[in-house]
């Protein structure tokens, strides 16, 4: 599914799409001045189901901000009657579950065609304004039992009330504190993924006229492209480097930030600093663990067993290679 439950706003594209929306109201946008920066998606820009979850998020934020118009309802009607959820429901989740979505579609049916008797008041969010560190700081700390790890702050996160510390990892570990250029001399964790740029003139080299032509069926295409892919997989010039991160919000943070040193900073190139999976920790214990078990957490990850195109290697990085000029 395309969408995680049955409701209007239930799942990511939902969320992405009401959220967008209502940042923009708080920020003290009019619905006119919202709707030009946010009009529906184009056609094409998503395929029917995603459609149907964008435009009923759109139509159910509209309304709740107090301005529906002939348009938004006329669109809406039109997604509902094609009923493209209802259907992929009833056929994915059962007859109740197709049951439950029209049930949610007509509730927001009889929503966006009265007016709505209580608009939502725009929020107002506290920002985090003054920060426990800043980015490119490089951070050490050490464990009771005298080991000293290193981290870089690669991006402190702000979105409404939330403020989270987006920290790379390092493979120094020692009993003595490092220095600035130690640091720079380190490894970083991350796994290699596949460029945008290189997945893209792959899919246009087997998807090209000559080769539909010369295959006898779309399957003997699909593992061509396979293999294609799985050649190149690997191949420094073709992938690039997803960072591994550890994430502290900025409340818990306040907790423990004095458990750590500032020794200077070092930084990434931009074009190079690509996040990957996340480890969120809220207390310096947990961060200890973390430390003192990575090398297991990190073979314990690799060797999970994930459908192909789900798994990514872990691994290490030398970090001047990453650091820009």
Not at 111 to 138: A, W
Not at 179 to 187: D, F, L, N, V, Y
Not at 277 to 297: A, Q, R, V
Request: with cysteine.
């Amino acid at each position: 599914m395309a969408t995680d439950g049955v409701k209007i706003i239930d799942g990511d594209i939902a969320f992405d799409t009401y959220n967008g929306i209502m940042d923009l109201y708080d920020s003290g946008g009019t619905a006119e001045s919202i709707r030009e920066q946010v009009p529906f998606p184009p056609e094409g820009y998503a395929d029917d189901f995603d459609y149907e979850v964008m435009v009923t998020a759109y139509a159910q934020a509209f309304w709740e901000i107090g301005f529906i118009n002939d348009d938004i309802i006329a669109e809406v009607k039109r997604v509902i009657e094609a009923g493209t959820c209802v259907k992929s429901w009833t056929e994915e989740g059962g007859a109740k579950a197709g049951k439950a979505r029209q049930k949610e579609l007509d509730k927001l049916w009889g929503k966006i065609n009265s007016p709505n008797p209580k608009i939502r008041k725009r929020k107002k969010y506290k920002k985090v304004t003054e920060f426990l560190f800043e980015v490119n700081d490089v951070l050490t700390f050490c464990s009771s039992e005298g080991n000293h790890f290193a981290l870089i702050l690669l991006d402190i996160y702000r979105n409404r009330n939330m403020c989270d510390y987006r920290f790379a990892i390092t493979d120094y570990r020692d009993n003595q504190p490092p220095a600035i250029e130690q640091i720079r001399k380190c490894k970083i964790l991350g796994h290699k993924f596949m460029s945008e740029d290189f997945i893209t003139d792959a899919m246009i080299g087997m998807f090209n006229e000559t080769a539909l032509n010369n295959l006898n069926d779309f399957a003997d295409m699909m593992k061509d492209m396979e293999k294609t892919l799985q050649d190149k997989t690997g191949k420094e010039s073709d992938c690039q480097i997803g960072l591994n991160l550890i994430e502290i919000s900025h409340k818990d943070l306040k907790t423990f930030y004095d458990k750590f040193g500032t020794i200077g900073k070092l930084g990434i190139d931009e074009s190079k600093k690509h996040f990957g999976g996340s480890k969120y920790i809220s207390d310096f214990e947990t961060l200890l663990n973390h430390f003192d078990n990575l090398e297991h957490l990190i073979e314990e990850s690799n060797n999970r067993q994930l459908p192909a195109d789900l798994k990514v290697t872990e691994e290490w990085f030398d970090l001047e290679g990453l650091m820009g000029s």
